[in-house]
């Protein structure tokens, strides 16, 4: 499992998530992401906001609803193993 590093957009700080599957919808790149890698372990996933090009990768939180059911499905699917509770 991959480790990777974000930096908050306000520079006050960092943090590391593993990153467990990534997947493309529509053509927006998604993650999801743990902080531990316990089997209980809560996750977040993350769609990129950045422009291709800039040099780092821009991530933000998916918070609509539609939206976070559609790609946890999807995720769940991709790891047949994993359970994503809302």
Known sequence: MEKVRFA???GN???EFFV????MINGSEYIL???SEDDDAECLILKETGK?????CVYE???DETELLAV???FEE???????EM
């Open 33 to 35: 992401v743990t902080d």
């Open 13 to 15: 700080g960092e943090d």
């Open 61 to 63: 939180i998916v918070e």
């Open 20 to 23: 467990l599957e990534e997947t």
């Open 78 to 84: 991709l790891l047949e193993d994993v359970n994503i």
């Open 72 to 74: 946890s499905k999807v």
């Open 8 to 10: 908050f957009a306000d």
């Open 52 to 56: 291709k090009g800039e040099g780092e």
